[in-house]
């Protein structure tokens, strides 16, 4: 049983207004939006067809085809072999395989490639990073309650990272296919999930939120509880939205789209800066305010990458629900990010609540260094989306190069060793140079100046790292990725609770720096090893099995 929800025909492109889309007769839809308008780690499978989850074929949301009127009596027919060709070529764009190019040419088609991608990596910590610039100009108990804010507001946010990684999934297979009605389906019932999730998640913020921060800040911190209360609550708001934003924004990427997303993203980040500037500068609203202008931000962020996929000629308002089956296989797939994800929050999130205990002044210190990091560490991001995007065909395509692979690799790992000795250096300037940025509180600046050797060192290597964990994802080289980040947060957690107990925050940011380290250092023996991916000529040792229908 399925549920197909499309709103009005206004809220489609105006060149779309004559066609409607294809539907089975024999099945039902319900629009739920007749008059109303509606209010960001991918992974590619490129073996795997998700086709193939469907038990029984219930409805779904198909793209959007433009039809030809032919003959005096307006008779529909489709369109030609040619009109299909330049559709295609107009969707999905003409791309260049970096298999067949040289070493200088793919660092350039790399650059060309990832450079609007990290402005998508960039907008959301800087939206992060406003707030805590604008907030620290006012009170530090302010300051220091956007430690515990953002690991409610935006670490958890992580936990639903497979929903990403199943929409690049699903819909780059899909296209591989040429398979557009397939691509829509996926699309549909991933915003289905997407939209259910954020649901969740303002629902356990609502009831939850206060206590969560109670118990994670401590009793000796509770002073800066109700104002970390006052922007979760906020900010919780905007988690339908949010995960409803990361699908559309997924699908772009998955379609090698990422100047609709970029614009997107860009306009959301003038909002929030014009309006933690209006709110919190000129209207006192301190914390409640950057939270307003935050949320407001993530809404329309979320519309405006929906209705770039409606430019692209798919449904982006239309959900499908899901059966038992393709839910469970869904997670299944994503299951390994999963964890990856969750051990990555779980080590920041252990990084906040020691120096929770170290008092306010060290909160807020740390609060700036962690945002200026995550601010940084972004620029990397792109590496492992072009790894995933591109080493599929390469690994496991029908015109396997192995030698070509490795190749790629290399020149992800020059941009990457390079783009990290840059952010390292331009990363610790800003705190140890400009300080003032974030607060005039003496005290403050004194703590965060303490970290910044730890801080270089664990930035240094952050790119690389994404590198190569971006080609590891690509080669479906997954129960490792999981087991291997597992590994990293149990040693970091034994490591920050003893260094953290001798050497306070310094502590903290040195069991960073271990963690960063480990995490490359376990991904290049990896790749390095004479049965991994890159050197096995065995393709099938990490194959997935081709699901099989009911």
């Known amino acids: 049983m399925a549920l197909k929800i499309i709103p009005s025909i206004l809220l489609l492109p105006r060149s779309l207004h004559h066609f409607p889309p294809r539907q089975n007769p024999n099945l039902k839809s319900l629009s739920l939006f007749p008059t109303i308008s ?60 970096l298999a067949n190019q040289g070493i200088w040419i793919q660092l350039k088609e790399i650059v060309k490639f990832t450079a609007p991608a990290t402005g998508l990596w960039i907008c959301g910590p800087l939206m992060s990073l406003i707030d805590t610039a604008v907030i620290g100009q006012g009170s530090s108990i302010e300051l220091a309650a956007l430690g515990p804010a953002t690991v409610v507001c935006d670490y958890m946010s992580y936990v639903f990272m497979f929903l990403s990684v199943a929409t690049s999934n699903m819909v780059a297979t899909a296209l591989a296919k040429q398979d557009t009605e397939e691509v829509q389906h996926h699309i549909s019932v991933l915003l289905f999930v997407g939209l259910a999730c954020g649901f969740m998640m303002l629902l356990f913020t609502w009831l939850f939120g206060a206590a969560t921060l109670t118990a994670f800040t401590g009793i000796k911190n509770a002073h800066v509880v109700p104002a970390a209360n006052t922007y979760v609550q906020i900010r919780g708001l905007a988690w339908p939205a949010l995960l409803v934003g990361w699908v559309a924004q997924s699908a772009s990427l998955g379609m090698k789209d990422s100047w609709g997303p970029l614009k997107a993203l860009a306009a959301a980040s003038v909002i929030n800066g014009v309006g933690d500037i209006v709110l919190c500068t000129y209207l006192g609203y301190g914390i409640a305010g950057a939270a307003w202008a935050t949320m407001a931000s993530q809404v329309v962020a979320a519309y405006m990458m929906m209705r770039t996929l409606n430019m692209k000629g798919y449904n982006a308002f239309a959900l499908s629900i899901p059966s038992g089956r393709e839910f469970i296989t869904i997670l299944g797939l994503a299951a390994p990010v999963f964890m990856t994800m969750m051990s990555k929050v779980a080590f920041y999130s252990l990084l906040i609540y020691f120096a929770t205990s170290m008092g306010t002044h060290t909160m807020a210190a740390h609060q700036v260094m962690v945002q200026t990091f995550c601010m940084c560490t972004v620029w990397g991001e792109p590496l492992s989306q072009t790894a995933q995007s591109f080493m599929p065909e390469l690994l496991y395509g029908v015109n396997r190069n192995l030698s070509k692979a490795r190749m790629l690799l290399r020149s992800l790992a020059v941009i990457g060793a390079t783009l990290g000795l840059l952010l390292g250096i331009v990363g610790t300037s800003v705190p140890f140079l400009f300080p003032y940025i974030f607060t005039s509180d003496q005290m403050v600046i004194r703590e965060m100046h303490k970290v910044l050797v730890p801080y270089f060192v664990a930035l240094a290597v952050t790119p690389p790292t994404h590198s190569l964990e971006g080609t590891l994802m690509a080669g479906r080289d997954l129960r490792f990725i999981s087991l291997s980040m597992i590994g990293c947060l149990c040693g970091g957690a034994l490591v920050l609770s003893i260094l953290c107990s001798r050497y306070g925050l310094q502590g903290c940011w040195f069991s960073l720096a271990i963690f960063q380290w480990a995490r490359f250092s376990m991904a290049l023996l990896r790749l390095l090893s004479p049965k991994g991916i890159l050197y096995s000529e065995d393709i099938d040792h990490n194959r997935l099995q081709k699901l099989k229908t009911a």
Do not use: C, W, Y
Not at 58 to 68: G, K, L, M, N, S
């Open 38 to 97: 509606h209010p960001h780690l991918p992974l590619h499978f490129s073996s795997l067809s998700i086709s193939a989850l469907h038990p029984t074929r219930f409805v779904t949301a198909r793209a959007i085809q433009p039809r030809e009127l032919t003959g005096d009596e307006g008779r529909i027919s489709e369109p030609s072999e040619e009109a299909k060709i330049e559709n295609e070529a107009a969707t999905q764009g003409v791309e260049k395989e």
